[in-house]
């Protein structure tokens, strides 16, 4: 079982990009979903938890009113809207899954934190130009 993350490429600063985190089959369940980003030579950064109802998400400081998850009630697919996008963004973005129930976003807060978000994706790259 593996997610399979698209969407990412070039863009300017200032630009936006949408990130899409599929899960196999019937979709990616109910258990938090995360996405995590890291730049060459970094560590890996948290960015965004999305849970399975439409006010359980959290936003990492950084990325706090310029990236948004749109919700689909099927859940075959999480999308990432990154607006704004500033060359400290650029990084390889990946999302990861549960396959058991987990605690809300709102209480947990860093997707880092979770110990079950085992299904991972290869990743996609965002480039950031200023």
């Known amino acids: 079982v593996q997610l399979v993350e698209s969407g990412g490429g070039l863009a300017q600063a200032g630009e936006s990009l949408t990130l899409s985190c599929a899960g196999p089959g019937p979709g990616l369940g109910n258990s938090a979903i995360g996405w995590f980003r890291q730049a060459p030579g970094m560590g890996r950064e948290g960015v965004v938890c999305?849970?399975?109802?439409?006010?359980?998400?959290w936003y990492a400081d950084s990325v706090k009113g310029r990236f948004i998850v749109p919700r689909d009630n099927g859940r075959k697919v999480v999308t990432l809207r990154m607006n704004d996008l500033q060359p400290e963004d650029a990084a390889t973005y990946s999302c990861a899954a549960s396959q058991t129930p987990t605690p809300p976003c709102t209480i947990v807060g860093d997707p880092n934190l979770y110990r079950s978000l085992e299904v991972w994706g290869r990743g996609t790259t965002v480039t950031v130009s200023a």
């Open positions: 999305v849970g399975p109802t439409d006010e359980d998400t």
